[in-house]
């Protein structure tokens, strides 16, 4: 969320940066939100001080003997408290109009952020890995014969619809893999704390991450007013809400396995095919909390650990930064990974890698305490670490052979019992 002090101290250079992202002039309109709001709270302000100013005099009418002050005074503190309340209850009206469009607007890109408009101005930084060469037609995921008995569409379109995949044997085991792979290289050689959460959260979890207002449509609500977290950066990032920490204790770098639910809005006849864009999936999240002036750094510390995945399970791929009209919401910069995949003979998004600042601390009111200083908020980064799904296709692809089989990547050896292949029967030997 935008601070308004920030708004109303530079007006352009808030329109400045809201241009950048490809949005009209809002500055003026903001403030004439804040305007009302504080000329609210002021007037409520006098009329409780004529009130507390009526209130003394009545008791002095009353010790004189004055009955006609006394009764004017006591019809004036009545007028004066009715008044006090039904504009409190104003300025508390209009205090929720402003935090609401606040809310919605996206958070300002940094200025090393290249422009653009959409994915065309996004920006190559680095590559790794060249992808195989293939003396066959390479098939996707799905077609692979090593794996179409393991990922079960027709069973889970009958269970629950499109977009969901069963998986089985072979499949299922290397997904569970991919899991357990990527949280010990996070905890074991990253630094990350191992952290399990609930993936359903009350509302202001969803706004504290700025799901909410904006993206409603994106997520699932139970009829009991929980919500079904799209990632557990939701909790992970949440963990600290209303929290006041110590800058020694900083930065906090955790890691989360955990289900992950959207309901894809507006993507309607986007990968419909296969497990590329599913309702319900599994991903390792990654969420760091940390002082602003270290945050850029940890962004990029973020980012090598998300790399260092895909080079452990030897999966070329390339690293981009997002250009300012194709960022996420609540970024500042943000970095996508993506994944050869020779099925579709195209490089795939399978992380993205963003720094937000202070925008999801200041909806979470989430501080920390410099030493001898007031406190301020913190600045709180996400990342993929990897999507599970989206990793078990790249290894499916890339490790296909000729003869229908599937060559697995040596580091999930050690998770798979030794076992190196999937047959193009499915079978893992």
Request: with cysteine; proline share 4%.
């Amino acid at each position: 969320m935008h601070d308004i002090r920030f708004i109303r101290e530079n007006p352009g250079a808030f329109d400045k940066a809201l241009s950048r992202r490809g949005l009209a002039p809002m500055a003026a309109e903001l403030l004439a939100m804040d305007e009302a709001r504080r000329a609210k709270i002021l007037a409520a302000e006098t009329a409780a001080a004529a009130q507390n100013a009526a209130s003394k005099d009545v008791g002095a009418a009353k010790a004189r003997g004055d009955d006609a002050e006394f009764e004017r005074l006591r019809v004036l503190v009545a007028e004066k408290k009715a008044e006090g309340a039904k504009l409190t209850e104003e300025a508390g009206a209009e205090d929720a109009r402003l935090r609401d469009a606040l809310m919605r607007i996206p958070n300002m890109a940094l200025d090393e952020v290249p422009e653009g408009p959409d994915e065309t101005g996004n920006v190559e930084i680095r590559r790794w890995g060249a992808p195989r060469e293939m003396a066959f037609k390479a098939l996707e995921h799905f077609d692979i014969p090593a794996a179409k008995d393991g990922l079960d569409f027709p069973t889970a379109a009958k269970l629950s619809g499109s977009r969901f995949v069963v998986l089985r044997g072979a499949a299922a085991r290397v997904h569970r893999a991919l899991a357990q792979f990527m949280l010990d290289l996070h905890t074991g050689e990253h630094g990350l704390a191992e952290t399990w959460t609930p993936v359903l959260v009350k509302e202001d979890a969803m706004y504290g991450t700025n799901q909410l207002p904006k993206f409603a449509e994106d997520s699932y609500q139970t009829t009991n007013g929980w919500w079904l977290i799209p990632t557990s950066e939701v909790t992970l990032t949440n963990s600290v809400a209303g929290d006041i920490l110590d800058e020694g204790a900083l930065p906090l770098r955790l890691t989360a396995h955990t289900h992950c639910f959207r309901s894809e809005a507006g993507s309607a006849g986007k990968d419909t095919t296969g497990m590329l864009r599913q309702h319900q999936f599994e991903k390792v999240e990654m969420v760091t909390i940390c002082t602003p002036e270290t945050a850029l750094a940890e962004h990029e510390r973020m980012t090598k650990c998300a790399e260092a995945v895909l080079e452990r399970l030897e999966l070329p791929y390339r690293t981009i930064v997002l250009c300012t009209g194709d960022m996420g919401f609540g970024a500042q910069k943000t970095h996508d990974l993506e994944v050869w995949l020779p099925g579709q003979n195209t490089y795939r998004e399978i992380s993205s890698v963003s720094t937000c600042g202070q925008f999801q601390a200041r909806r979470m009111n989430a501080r920390y305490r410099p030493a001898g200083g007031k406190p301020e908020f913190v600045a709180t980064l996400n990342g993929s670490g990897l999507a599970v799904g989206r990793c078990l296709i790249a290894v499916l692809e890339n490790g296909q052979e000729a003869d229908g089989s599937v060559t697995l990547p040596a580091a999930l050896a050690p998770y798979l019992g030794g076992k190196s292949r999937i047959t193009a029967e499915g079978v893992l030997v």
